[in-house]
């Protein structure tokens, strides 16, 4: 078990059990699905664009616990940034994930994110990973 | 006579694997089955005393496997109890099997306004294929419901029955719930109404012997990786004179008579059915699969199963949050199952670690899953290669898991 507690760390299983922002909420400008054809996972990503920089993200799924950490994480992460920002984020996190050589460096900004690293070691959860932060980036603004 | 599983195990290599430290637990049978070593050995000496293209040399290895291809054809004749053995069509599997039947019985037999009936636990291959024929057509498809124990609503099958319908295919044995579809009834009623019967039999030939007289179906398909033998391969029985009426699928080498730019001549089926070269190899082995099969006393193998679906039903009842979907009294031995709090994705890496290889998803069947409110579950299905300790092992592992997404 031990490889899989790294997966499945405390940060992971704890959004897993109580996403933030999760539902949708009253009122929403932009909204926009994303679906896993191999699995059947679905989420939804709800938010606002204050200015520049996006807010309010709000999401829900249908999904396992990697998939639901990652859009809680990313509620909260993103808030506050431009989608320019979030695009580079998501590009870091995204290639950091396809990463099969060395360890991964997310660092500086990416907050809790860190703990979704070890996906990188089952490639076929990468999606899981990944399947909010692509709704919210290539989806409909 | 006891069934002694430890010497079957044996006869399959790969069972003996580890991951990582652990022993292999195999219980993803309903995806694909693993090989025998007669069959390994025979796709070997295939290619190291056979090899040679089939119908058309005069040569030593093409007459020699030419033989051995349509000795093949009626290995799976017997096996399925069909009339002759130019009634077995190979194809690469029961994909391509429904996608045949559709495309070609289809084209020259249902038009505009016929009906179609599949029911709502088909997988995708035997959905896809009657939708694309309905939309090019303009014919309907009608589903038969599936109620809470996950069997067939023959009441409203009844009523769905009428003289517009052409084609009724439903699955033998469904590989998203296990259950063991009624159709001997549902072929009596659908031939009272002048319709075919296609059954999706990929996961009935696997577990238990099939009879296509006795059954008195038009068409059944079934795949050979989920019968022991190689992927890439299956076969569909279609009763002659209906195979006679049927146009080609596709055109190509070897199922022509005479070619000309003006006119082409088919062959007789089967040979019209199958353009182009074949998975020889496939089919070979296919058929020293069904011999292996066949040389096992299939009524114990059968006990043996049903031994085990017992229990892995009463054991994973004893996990805290298991719901079970499926729960006729008519199963093949495999378990799909939902845990409280822990996704099936989840569910299925965290037993990795422990070695044990199971399904999570939706089976290919996301109308059934939405039938019952879910996206996904995990299913374990069965062989008669596994015993009692491996479903210990995995209700053991599961309960881990109930505590760690608790
Ligand atoms: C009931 C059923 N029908 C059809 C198929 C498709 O079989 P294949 O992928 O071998 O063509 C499967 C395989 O998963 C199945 O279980």
Redesign the pocket.
Known sequence: MSDLLQLYQEIILRHNKNPRNYGRPGSFPHCASGHNPLCGDQVTVYWSVDGSCLSDIHFESQGCAISRASASIMTELLAGKTTEEASALYEEFSAALKNQGEEPSLGEGFGELVALSEVRKYPSRIKCATLAWQALLEGDF | MSFDVSKIRQEFPILSTRVGQKPLVYLDN??TTQKPRAVIDALESYYTETNANIHRGVHFLAEKATAAYEEARGVVGKFLNAARAEEIVFVR????GINLVASSFGNKFIAEGDEVIISAME?H??IVPWQLLCEEKGAHLKVIPADENGELEMDAFDQLLSDKTKMVSV?HAS?ALGTINPIKSIIDKSHAVGARVLI?G??AVGHFPVDVQKLNCDFFVF?G??LFGSTGV?AIYGRFDLLESMPPYQGGGDMINEVTFEKTTYKEPPGRFEAGTPNIAGVIGMARAIEYLENLDRALLLQHEEDLLHHATARLNEVEGIKIYGTSKNKVSLVAFTLEGSHPHDMATVLDADGIAIRAGHH?TQPLHSRYGITATARASFAFYNTREEIDILTESLKKIQLLFA
Do not use: M, P, W
């Not at chain 2, 599997?93 to 391509?96: I, K, M, Q, V």
């Open positions: 309903a995806a599997g029961t994909t391509e997988h291959a035997n699955v590989n999706d990929a996961q795949s990786h989920k299956g290919c």
